[in-house]
Structure formats: structure tokens, C-alpha cells
């Protein structure tokens, strides 16, 4: 069975920095995309970033590119993003999902079908 647990969401300054976390089990590690969404009040889930299966490639919309960064680490089955350079903007619940077989061409919530509980994370002065 699947599991995502996200953490490390929070209130930061805009300008600042938080890194995530998404604690996984059940996930073969080189046979799942993992990816990073985020929805903000009022708007649809969208795509941040995503690793794809077996060759570990990470893809990134447009809007976080240069400031957040995604990583993953097999031993502790985690999987992480670096958010730096936060804006308004950025004020999301932030979730990651997983689904067996992805390649993150490109990473629409549609295809993926386990989900994490997300992490809120909020910018502002």
C-alpha cells in the first residue's frame, strides 16, 4: 500500500526559504514518478516538479524554475523540495503523489493516484 506524508510547511517571509518533505512506503523507488503539487484557495491543483521512474530525471514548470529544487533520497524514502525565493504567489497547500510508471513529460494531478495529506505553506510580510 502507498503511503505520502508531507512536512515542513509553514509561515515565511516573502524572499525566504522552507523545505519539504514527503516520507513515502510502498513505493518502489526507481518504478514510481513522484511529484510535487500545490493548490492554492479558490484555484485547480498544479503541477510543481516531478521525478520519473528509473532514470531519476526531475522536471519543473516554469514558475519555480531556479527557485525551488527537488530531490530525493533513496535510503530514508524521502523525497524533498527546496522552495527558495518564496512570493505570495507561492501560498499553497503543497502535496506529493506518486504514480507507478509515470514519466513526467509532463506531470498533470489527473495520472497520479496516491496522494499525500499536504502541507500548507503561506508567504507573506
Known amino acids: 500500500q502507498v503511503q505520502l506524508v508531507e512536512s515542513g510547511g509553514g509561515v515565511v517571509q516573502p524572499g525566504g526559504s522552507l523545505r519539504l518533505s514527503c516520507a513515502t512506503s510502498g513505493v518502489a523507488s526507481n518504478h514510481y514518478a513522484i511529484g510535487w503539487f500545490r493548490q492554492a484557495p479558490g484555484k485547480e491543483r498544479e503541477g510543481v516538479s516531478c521525478?520519473?521512474?528509473?532514470?531519476?530525471?526531475?522536471n519543473y514548470k516554469d514558475f519555480v524554475k531556479g527557485r525551488f529544487t527537488m530531490s530525493k533520497d533513496r535510503f530514508k524514502d524521502t523525497v524533498y523540495l527546496q522552495m527558495n525565493e518564496l512570493e505570495t504567489e507561492d501560498t499553497a497547500t503543497y502535496y506529493c503523489?506518486?504514480?507507478?510508471?509515470?514519466?513526467?513529460?509532463?506531470?498533470?494531478?489527473?495520472?497520479?493516484?496516491?496522494w499525500g495529506q499536504g502541507t500548507h505553506v503561506t508567504v507573506s510580510s
Open positions: 521525478i520519473s521512474p528509473y532514470d531519476g530525471e526531475i
Open positions: 503523489a506518486a504514480e507507478l510508471g509515470y514519466y513526467c513529460s509532463d506531470f498533470i494531478p489527473e495520472y497520479f493516484g496516491a
